[in-house]
């Protein structure tokens, strides 16, 4: 499996990707927004893009669909229940099916609802375990949920599905915010190590060349996977001073993604 990380450089950060079987040079693009830059990058590697898939239905992710389409006749892949919000969808997948690439790539589709209640994350099977995560997990932060999510759900997606992936799984976003959620991870866990020295090394990194982060590394810097972390907890508490004594997981998550709407 190769894959190719494409920095929009819009205002939105976005990241779209190309994953390529290196035998028939078939590949999937995932949420190519910039399709100018997606199929540029198709053509210098010798690739045909056969599919695309959508994580999710917000315009700048599905926003370069028709045009990837007119220009390679690739088929449109999407939640199973995104078909109303997403025109043109040739295939609707669920929880546990197959996106084959060329001869040698297969990718499980994962049902996230959280950012949105039709959102797919995709996982590879491979040596190393890839996560194509859309806008569900960020470089050490989470979606949002104003157009159409719900925390409580992005919680349960994040103990009952993310959390529970191989450590050494590479976490590709579908946006550029590790800068500023690390700082947020800092304010809320001021004494986090792994954070304060990741900071220093991504601040001002260009986007196109950025570090992709494990699982593992997600687990140290991440708040919203450090739900039981004494200092998130006690910082948490000076924000929501009726906070229990001790908050059980999904209170101090949700209550730690209503603090980043607002951050």
Not at 6 to 18: C, E, F, M
Not at 191 to 211: F, I, K, S, Y
Not at 217 to 228: A, D, G, M, P
Request: with cysteine; hydrophobic share 40%.
């Amino acid at each position: 499996m190769i894959v190719e990380r494409i920095w929009t450089g819009n205002a939105y950060r976005n990241y779209n990707y190309l994953i390529a079987c290196a035998e028939s040079g078939e590949a999937l693009a995932i949420d190519p927004l910039d399709h100018q830059k997606c199929l540029a990058a198709a053509k210098a590697r010798g690739w045909q893009i056969t599919q695309i898939l959508n994580t999710h239905e917000h315009h700048d992710h599905t926003g370069g669909n028709a045009a990837v389409v007119a220009a390679t006749g690739a088929r449109l892949i999407a939640h199973h229940r995104a078909g109303a919000r997403i025109a043109g969808v040739d295939r609707g997948v669920k929880a546990g099916d197959v996106i084959k690439v060329g001869k040698t790539v297969e990718l499980e589709c994962m049902d996230t609802p959280g950012h949105t209640m039709c959102h797919i994350c995709l996982r590879s099977h491979t040596d190393q375990p890839a996560l194509f995560s859309g806008d569900t997990l960020f470089n050490a932060g989470a979606g949002n949920c104003h157009n159409g999510g719900n925390p409580e759900d992005l919680y349960t997606t994040f103990v009952e599905q993310l959390d529970k992936l191989p450590d050494d799984t590479l976490v590709y976003p579908g946006h550029d915010y590790i800068e500023n959620n690390l700082k947020f991870t800092l304010a809320r866990e001021p004494d986090n190590a792994a954070a304060r020295e990741m900071l220093p090394a991504v601040a001002g990194q260009d986007p196109a060349t950025a570090h992709v982060t494990t699982l593992r590394e997600e687990k140290k810097i991440n708040t919203f996977l450090r739900l039981t972390s004494a200092s998130v907890i006690a910082a948490l508490r000076e924000a929501f001073p009726d906070l229990p004594d001790k908050p059980d997981p999904k209170t101090v998550f949700v209550k730690l993604r209503e603090l980043r709407n607002k951050w």
